[in-house]
């Protein structure tokens, strides 16, 4: 079992800065990939990025060169640096662990809100 524990989430202007945070525990040694989702409202849950052990990142098209994914491996925690935020990018973000494509695991989410 692993369990995801999200943070950082807020309420900020278009073109401002966050950082989210996920920290997880339990059986993290089974975990290969981890990432960061999010679904807006009446919307599907989509990725947004994801880092594997070995440091290899991808993202979505719509956050290239404005979020930056990494990860503590000495805190079990991942962060996602979202910079220049848009109205568009509102919506909950999920952190997912990934064990195999069978077995992974969900955080509770944390709401991101870009307004003026």
């Known amino acids: 079992q692993v369990r995801l524990v999200e943070s950082g989430g807020g309420l900020v202007q278009p073109g401002g800065s966050l950082r989210l945070s996920c920290a997880a525990s339990g059986n993290i040694f089974r975990i290969n990939t981890m990432g960061w989702y999010r679904q807006a409202p009446g919307k599907q849950r989509d990725l947004v990025a994801t880092i594997t052990n070995d440091g290899s990142t991808n993202y979505a098209d719509s956050v290239k060169g404005r979020f930056t994914i990494s990860r503590d491996n000495a805190k079990n925690t991942v962060y996602l640096q979202m910079t220049s935020l848009k109205p568009e990018d509102t919506a909950v973000y999920y952190c997912?662990?990934?064990?195999?494509?069978?077995?992974?695991?969900w955080g509770q989410g944390t709401q991101v809100t870009v307004s003026s």
């Open positions: 997912k662990a990934v064990v195999t494509t069978s077995t992974y695991y």
